[in-house]
Every structure is written in C-alpha cells, then in structure tokens.
T-cell receptor
C-alpha cells in the first residue's frame, strides 16, 4: 500500500464548478501536510499547507482529518488556469521518514470552457 | 531572487552510458534534495543533504547512483551505467531548515528530463 494515496483522475469540470480532491495517508505519525500544484512539464510548487483547523486561501480550502488520516482540497469557482496536477504531500518527523516529504501520485484537473 | 537551477534540462543517452545532473540551490538554503519523478507519479526522494552531509539516502540505488554536495552548496547526481528504467525527470529542491520551526517549504528546480534508449 502506498503511504499517500490519491485518485489520479482526471477530473474534467466546466469553468465555475466546485471540485474536491481527497487523499489518504498511512503513517499516523505524520505531522505536516501540504498540497502542491504541478503544471504540465513543470516543477511542483507549494499551493498551501494544511492545518488541523482547516484553512482557506481565496477559492481554495484545505482540510485535515487526523482520526481518519484524510486530507482534502476544495476548489470553488474553477478557472481554466486551475488546470494542473495537484499533489498531496505528507511529512513525518519520526522514524525512518524523519523530515521527509512523501508525495501522492497526484490528481489531474482539467477545467473546460 | 534566482530559483533552483538545474542543468541540463534534457538528456538523451544510450543504456550503459554514464550521465550527470547538476543543481545549484537557492542561495542560503542549507538543505538540498534530489527526487526522481516517473510519468504519472509523484516525486520520490533519492537523497537529502543537510549542508554537505547526506542524511537520508535510503532510496538511492547505490550500485549505480552517486551524489555529492561539496562545500554544502551545489550538487551533482550521477548514474553509471544508466538503464532503460532510469528514464524519468530528476528534480532538485532546496529549503532553509530551521530546527524547531516545523515548516520548511521546498522549492523545486525545473528538473532534468532523462531518456535512456
């Protein structure tokens, strides 16, 4: 079983739609969580960190459920420019993965006009 | 401010040939990472340096891969000999780790796209 699992998609949605991505992680010792965005043939870039209380950045909302080891990203009012791959990332601070980022395989979003 | 610089951007070689990738991290960043990203997958860590010390190389295939970060600044990753399965994008990232702060955003370079024929 992969340490971080995501539905690879692709998710094809019309402009203006709301779309949600889910991610599960297996290491209960994980302590930091992030969403990275990767455009086609480009490098990953940090989109937002995910906090236990949930956090929002404009049209983007990230939530964490530690009990279920589940992370989500909600995008409201999708724009064409949101088309990209969204990588769920988990960081642990104990054990063999100390300070190591574990990436999910990514979920591809395609926003259509 | 300059980001993480990598070269070359693309490399095509025949199997059994050697290949090397170079990375210059963001100035002042003490931690450097090499990742490999296969098509349709997320990046996977190969090696992590804190200054000039390799602190996590558990995922580096040591029979054919080697890395160095002399003087704790730029770094090279080498494959010798390359195999067909090594075709991937090799990403370098850097961060400024301040112990106890809990957060250290990793900044990625554009990557080197390797094709082994």
């Amino acid at each position: 079983r992969k340490e971080v699992e995501q539905d690879p998609g692709p998710f094809n949605v019309p402009e203006g739609a709301t779309v949600a991505f889910n991610c599960t992680y297996s290491n209960s010792a994980s302590q930091s969580f992030f969403w990275y965005r990767q455009d086609c043939r480009k490098e990953p870039k940090l989109l937002m960190s995910v906090y236990s209380s949930g956090n929002e950045d404009g049209r983007f909302t990230a939530q964490l459920n530690r009990a279920s080891q589940y992370i989500s990203l909600l995008i409201r009012d999708s724009k064409l420019s949101d088309s990209a791959t969204y990588l769920c990332v988990v960081k642990s601070f104990v054990g063999s993965n100390t300070g190591k980022l574990i990436f999910g395989q990514g979920t591809t979003l395609q926003v259509k006009p | 401010e300059a980001g993480v610089v990598q070269s070359p951007r693309y490399k095509i070689i025949e199997k059994k040939q050697p290949v090397a990738f170079w990375c210059n991290p963001i100035s002042g960043h003490n931690t450097l990472y090499w990742y490999r990203q296969n098509l349709g997958q997320g990046p996977e860590l190969l090696i992590r340096y804190e200054n000039e010390e390799a602190v996590d190389d558990s995922q580096l295939p040591k029979d054919r891969f080697s890395a160095e970060r002399l003087k704790g600044v730029d770094s090279t990753l080498k494959i010798q000999p390359a195999e067909l399965g090594d075709s991937a994008v090799y990403l370098c990232a850097s961060s400024l780790v301040v112990w106890g702060s809990g957060g250290d955003e990793q900044f990625f370079g554009p990557g080197t796209r390797l094709t082994v024929l």
